[in-house]
């Protein structure tokens, strides 16, 4: 029933849809995470809803991102506002790297002040239902990642995969010190929860800033423009071939190479069955084709760029 749901929404009603889920949960995981954290007092449990905090943040953005990149292409921005989204994703890494920073301190102060803990019984039950929640949200988040290209959604679904980890880990500590009465154990995972953080928030750094700076499409993708070009006989060549991505929707730039001799109806008929396979390929897409005259000699762009 869910399924076939979810199969009749719209890519904008699914990340709406994903941005509402990871808000949710990460609402409810803290109030029940903070409510441990204090009554336990274990700093791994405090690491995960520093997290959680952090997660209501970064839910917060990517919604208000999915909402501003879905709408329609305006006289002052032709492109749309897809980049919101790469927008949200830079914000949202800059506060898990400040929360996974907050954490280590917190890790080596205690280190240097231990502190007993109690109740490990309640710290594990809160830590395996927030795992449950959280693979399930996860799971959600990243179908709709993957169908609709959404980089904030993606990035979203990134928290709580991170959060996956992490919940293990917490988990597995609380055990620990519950068995064999090792506290040190809890700043560590602590510290391991805030190392993992920090890589993740650069991870989604580095990807939001590529699509910001119009990085080149990856090379199956462009490879495949080029494999629809030449497959047709009245196409001579290709030549100045780029692509971005406009935040979920890619933009295809191209010079085809036809007969010279043809009129400017024809070479536009022509044009107009390269465009329609690329974006049978690639549903959504902008497409912009330059016809040029086969063998014309001209300064090319594929012949200045550097490596």
């Not at 994903?18 to 409810?28: H, K, N, P, Q, Y």
């Not at 959680?52 to 492109?79: E, G, K, M, N, T």
């Not at 959604?153 to 880990?169: C, G, L, M, P």
Request: charged residues 20%.
């Amino acid at each position: 029933m869910w399924s076939i749901r979810l199969k009749n929404m719209s890519d904008e009603q699914l990340k709406r849809l994903a941005t509402i889920a990871g808000v949710s949960l990460a609402v409810g995981l803290m109030l029940i995470k903070l409510f441990a954290s204090l009554y336990t007092g274990s700093l791994a449990i405090l690491s995960s809803l520093v997290d959680s905090i952090s997660d209501i943040f970064a839910s917060v953005i990517a919604f208000v991102a999915v909402r501003f990149s879905s709408l329609p292409a305006s006289y002052q921005h032709r492109y749309g506002f897809g980049k919101a989204e790469a927008l949200s994703a830079l914000v949202q890494s800059a506060f898990i790297a400040g929360s996974g920073l907050f954490v280590v301190y917190e890790g080596v102060n205690r280190f240097l002040n231990p502190a007993s803990l109690v109740d490990m019984n309640l710290g594990i039950g809160v830590m395996i239902f927030s795992l449950i929640l959280t693979i399930i949200v996860v799971a959600f988040q990243q179908y709709v990642a993957k169908k609709t290209k959404s980089l904030a959604v993606d990035a979203d679904s990134v928290h709580y995969a991170v959060d996956i980890v992490t919940n293990i880990s917490i988990i597995l500590s609380l055990f620990v010190v519950k068995f064999w009465g090792l506290e040190w154990f809890d700043p560590l995972a602590a510290v391991f929860v805030s190392a993992y953080l920090l890589y993740n928030a650069f991870k989604i750094a580095k990807e939001a800033v590529a699509l910001l700076m119009d990085r080149e499409l990856p090379d199956e993708v462009r490879n495949k423009i080029i494999e629809i070009v030449e497959k047709h006989d009245f196409c001579r060549g290709l030549h100045d071939l780029r692509t971005r991505n406009l935040g979920g929707i890619y933009l295809f730039e191209l010079h085809l190479e036809l007969d010279g001799d043809l009129s400017l109806f024809e070479a536009h008929r022509l044009t107009e069955i390269i465009e329609d396979e690329i974006k049978e390929v690639y549903p959504k897409s902008q497409v912009i084709v330059h016809q040029d005259p086969a063998g014309f000699e001209e300064e090319r762009l594929d012949n200045m760029l550097a490596d």
